[in-house]
């Protein structure tokens, strides 16, 4: 008799493994599967800076991590707030921070501020761009926003976007 039940022991236990694995993947995720892969969304630090880094592209803005910083170019010069809704925070988040952010090595103060961000919160601005980070940058350096949709750019030296390819 205890070899029957250890029989049924070995076949109930991976039949229960596999019933909570099934039941595990089917609950919710956080993130639909088609989104990007990358870092999550930079939450906001105590302090960060803009600073300039060499690139496949020329000299671009970089935060304080190296990540890309990127201009969209449905913002509008001047304007007073940022024309990246939810769904596009979701994917270009937005540099803010809990501090003002500091103009880092090779920036131009003058050119850093800061606008509006929804719901009170400040965005950093270069120029006439506020910053952006892209999710499918997974490293400091990469690139992979430049020119998506025709909209999505790195930011010059001089606060202007490189519209050039990679």
């Known amino acids: 008799m205890p070899r029957t039940r250890i029989r049924t022991t070995l076949v109930a236990a991976p039949a229960t493994v596999l019933a909570l694995l099934t039941l595990s993947a089917c609950g919710g995720s956080e993130a639909p599967a088609t989104k990007p892969a990358g870092p999550p969304s930079k939450p906001a630090a105590a302090a960060s800076s803009v600073k300039i880094a060499d690139s496949p592209l020329g000299k671009i803005l970089v ?87 025709g909209e999505w750019f790195v930011i010059a030296t001089d606060g202007k976007l490189i519209k050039k390819a990679v």
């Open 63 to 149: 935060d304080d991590s190296g990540r890309t910083l990127y201009g969209f170019t449905k913002d509008k010069p001047g304007a007073s707030a940022s024309a990246c809704d939810a769904d596009c925070i979701a994917v270009w988040p937005a540099l803010t921070s809990a501090k003002d952010v500091t103009a880092g090595s090779g920036t131009d103060a003058a050119l850093l501020k800061e606008t509006k961000l929804g719901e009170g919160a400040e965005q950093a601005t270069y120029g006439d761009w506020p910053l952006y980070y892209y999710v499918g940058d997974a490293t400091p350096g990469d690139v992979n926003g430049q020119g998506l949709d």
